[in-house]
C-alpha cells in the first residue's frame, strides 16, 4: 500500500524515490506528465468515468513504455493526474545527450496518444499533457532520487506555466533553477516583511498624473516599494515571487490602507493596482470600502489600475460591484498583451492606460505612433480616458498632446516619491 498506486495499481511517488535513490543507474531520465484540464473530464462525465479515465491513461502509458526499443522504462502514478516515466540508459548507446533524447521520447509519446485515444463513454478522447523533464548528467550522490523528483516536479509546474501549445515541455536547466532559487528566496523575504520580522517595510510610493491639456496634477499613482535604512527596492524585484506565492492581496492592502491615511488630508485623487488574486479574495471589496469610509474618502476619487486578463473577465461581477459603489476602473498597460475589446463595455471601464513599452518608442516608431493614435480613438469612442506611462521627454510629452492623450505619467512628470509634496 505505501509503494502502490491504490487505483492505477501503478507504483506511486514513494516507489518512484526509493527505486532512483538505491539504484546505480548514471544515465537516467524522469519524465514527469501532467494532463491537462483533467478536471473537464471528471465535471462532464462525473469522478466515476474521471477515475476510469486515470487507470485508461496509465495502461496507456504502460503500453508506450513496452513499446519502446529499450525495455528499461517504468511507469508510475504520481498523485491524481500526474504520472511519470523513468528509464535507465546505462546499458543504452545513445549518439545524442539525454535532454535530446528526452525530447524525442516526448514526441513519441505524443504519438503514441494520438495514435491510440482514451475511451468515454462512446467518445474517443485524447488527452492534452504538459511534461516536466529532469536528468542526471551533472549530478550524484546522495539522495539522487529525491533530487531528480524535486527537478522534475520544478519543471513541470514551469511547462505549466508556459502552457503555449498542447503539448507543452521543460527541462530543468540553470535558468529554470535561478527562477526557483529567486523564488524561495523572495518567499523567505516577504514573509518576513509581511510578518513584521524584518528590518524592511512595504510601503506606498506616489508618482504624478498631470491632465496634459491643463498642466494639473489631480491625481497620484501608488507604488509598492520595499524600503530598509538605505535601501529602496523595485516591485520588479518581488512582485512575480509575491504573485506565485499567492501574498498579492496582503501586499494590495497594505498599499490601501497606507494611501488611504495619505489622501484623507488632500483633495487629489489616487489610483491602485489590483490584480485578479485580489478580486478573487472574498474580504478585498469589504476592505476597500471599511478603508475608504474611515478616512472619509469618497470613492469616486479612488481608481483600481487592474490589468486586463481573461481571468479578470471570470470576476467581471466583483469589478461591476465596485463601479456601482462608484470607484474608478483603468485597463493597465493597455497595447500589448492580452486585449479584449469586445468585453471592455461590461466593465465600463473609465481609463486606458497606454502600455510604457509604446510611448517610449512613440517618436522612432510608426508602428508605435499609429497604435497609440488608435487607442486614443478607441478609448474616445467608449468614452474613456487615455493616460499614457513612461513620458521621460517633452518630445515625447508634445507629440501625445498633439494625439489628444487625456494624461501623462513619467519621469518627465515626477518620480515615484515617498512623500505626495515629493512626487
Not at 108 to 120: A, Q, T, Y
Request: net charge neutral; charged share 25%; with cysteine.
Amino acid at each position: 500500500m505505501i509503494l502502490k498506486d491504490d487505483l492505477t495499481g501503478l507504483p506511486n511517488r514513494n516507489s518512484l524515490i526509493n527505486k532512483l535513490n538505491v539504484q546505480k543507474c548514471k544515465k537516467i531520465v524522469l519524465l514527469g506528465i501532467d494532463i491537462k484540464n483533467f478536471g473537464e473530464i471528471n465535471s462532464c462525465y462525473g469522478n466515476e468515468e474521471g477515475d476510469n479515465f486515470l487507470v485508461s491513461f496509465g495502461k496507456k502509458l504502460s503500453e508506450f513504455a513496452n513499446s519502446l526499443v529499450f525495455n528499461n522504462t517504468e511507469v508510475y502514478r504520481l498523485h491524481s493526474d500526474v504520472f511519470a516515466l523513468a528509464t535507465c540508459l546505462d546499458k543504452t548507446s545513445l549518439k545524442e545527450n539525454l535532454l535530446d533524447f528526452a525530447e524525442r521520447i516526448v514526441k513519441k509519446l505524443e504519438n503514441f496518444i494520438s495514435e491510440n485515444p482514451i475511451r468515454i463513454n462512446s467518445l474517443s478522447v485524447t488527452p492534452s499533457f504538459v511534461c516536466g523533464i529532469s536528468h542526471n548528467d551533472n549530478f550524484y550522490g546522495d539522495n539522487i532520487g529525491s533530487n531528480l523528483f524535486n527537478r522534475m516536479d520544478i519543471a513541470l509546474r514551469e511547462a505549466k506555466s508556459r502552457n503555449m501549445k498542447r503539448i507543452s515541455y521543460c527541462q530543468f536547466d540553470e535558468e529554470v533553477e535561478k527562477f526557483y532559487e529567486r523564488n524561495i528566496l523572495w518567499s523567505n523575504i516577504l514573509k518576513g516583511v509581511l510578518q513584521g520580522k524584518s528590518k524592511m517595510v512595504l510601503k506606498p510610493y506616489y508618482q504624478a498624473i498631470q491632465k496634459i491639456r491643463t498642466g494639473e496634477i489631480p491625481k497620484y499613482e501608488c507604488l509598492i516599494r520595499m524600503v530598509g535604512k538605505n535601501d529602496v527596492i523595485s516591485p520588479s524585484m518581488f512582485l512575480a515571487s509575491a504573485e506565485q506565492l499567492g501574498l498579492l492581496p496582503s501586499i494590495g492592502r497594505i498599499v490601501i490602507s497606507e494611501s488611504c491615511k495619505i489622501f484623507r488630508n488632500l483633495q487629489c485623487g489616487f489610483s491602485i493596482n489590483i490584480t485578479a488574486q485580489d478580486l478573487a479574495d472574498g474580504g478585498f471589496e469589504k476592505f476597500l470600502l471599511n478603508q475608504c469610509e474611515a478616512n472619509n474618502i469618497a470613492h469616486e476619487r479612488v481608481t483600481l489600475e487592474i490589468l486586463e486578463n481573461e481571468e479578470i473577465y471570470n470576476l467581471k461581477s466583483k469589478i461591476i460591484n465596485l463601479k456601482k459603489s462608484g470607484f474608478k476602473i483603468a485597463i493597465d498597460d493597455f497595447g500589448v498583451g492580452y486585449s479584449n475589446f469586445s468585453r471592455h463595455h461590461e466593465i465600463n471601464i473609465d481609463y486606458i492606460k497606454i502600455d510604457g513599452s509604446l510611448i517610449e518608442n512613440l517618436l522612432e516608431s510608426s508602428k508605435s505612433f499609429k497604435t497609440v493614435r488608435s487607442i486614443v480613438s478607441y478609448a474616445q469612442s467608449i468614452n474613456a480616458e487615455t493616460i499614457a506611462e513612461f513620458v521621460t521627454n517633452s518630445d515625447i510629452y508634445n507629440k501625445l498632446k498633439d494625439l489628444g492623450v487625456d494624461y501623462a505619467q513619467g519621469y518627465a512628470i515626477g518620480k515615484p516619491a515617498e512623500s505626495i509634496s515629493s512626487a
